[in-house]
T-cell receptor, first 112, second 113 residues
């Protein structure tokens, strides 16, 4: 089946720093990738849709200048959390679309 | 997306079939039904999807009623590793666009030894 990887799997950073999370489709090419966020005991919330070679589309309430998305190739999308604060601590999950969405294992971010 | 309704939780004995229901009474003719599951602290895992015919794969079977207003995911022989939150999603398919998935609360399936 289609495999999606994320790196890192977990990260701890200080408040005010930036963190980059990578999402890769390992055995297929994906024109579209998605980024989700999940807080404890809640469901996944779509943050943005990432399209290769074009600007990402952000969901309402998600700050595009804070969550920078780059989809430079058909197998890689990156999410950068800029000037992270403790309230950005969450589980970030990406998915890649190949007729259906296949999800990465997630990245747990803790901002101190 | 069509609104889907699932029971918040279910228990199932190990080795028995787990039948997870989903109501999607407002589904339209071109909306598929997708099932995913999320084991604790992992990314969601695709299980199966269908439009109007019943589907089966190595993981599960999907039974869709003739009027398409509801469906049932069947795990034929549940194991402890099937304990997870199961999501039933009916995304609107836009021509030429990737389908966005809206995750509801899902059903917490607990497989008991």
């Amino acid at each position: 089946g289609a495999v999606v990887s994320q790196h890192p799997s977990w990260v701890i950073c200080k408040s005010g720093t930036s963190v980059k999370i990578e999402c890769r489709s390992l055995d297929f090419q994906a024109t579209t990738m998605f980024w989700y966020r999940q807080f404890p005991k809640q469901s996944l919330m779509l943050m943005a849709t990432s399209n290769e070679g074009s600007k990402a589309t952000y969901e309402q309430g998600v700050e595009k200048d804070k969550f920078l998305i780059n989809h430079a190739s058909l197998t890689l999308s990156t999410l950068t959390v800029t000037s992270a604060h403790p309230e950005d601590s969450s589980f970030y999950i990406c998915s890649a679309d190949q007729e259906t969405q296949y999800f990465g294992p997630g990245t747990r971010l803790l901002v101190l | 997306d069509a609104k889907t309704t699932q029971p918040p939780s279910m228990d199932c004995a190990e080795g028995r079939a787990a039948n997870l229901p989903c109501n999607h009474s407002t589904i339209s003719g071109n909306e598929y039904v997708y099932w995913y599951r999320q084991i604790h602290s992992q990314g969601p895992q695709y299980i199966i999807h269908g439009l109007k015919n019943n589907e089966t794969n190595e993981m599960a079977s999907l039974i869709i009623t003739e009027d398409r207003k509801s469906s049932t995911l069947i795990l034929p022989h549940a194991t402890l590793r099937d304990t997870a939150v199961y999501y039933c999603i009916a995304p609107l398919i836009s021509s030429g666009s990737a389908r966005q998935l809206t995750f509801g609360s899902g059903t917490q399936l607990t497989v008991l030894p």
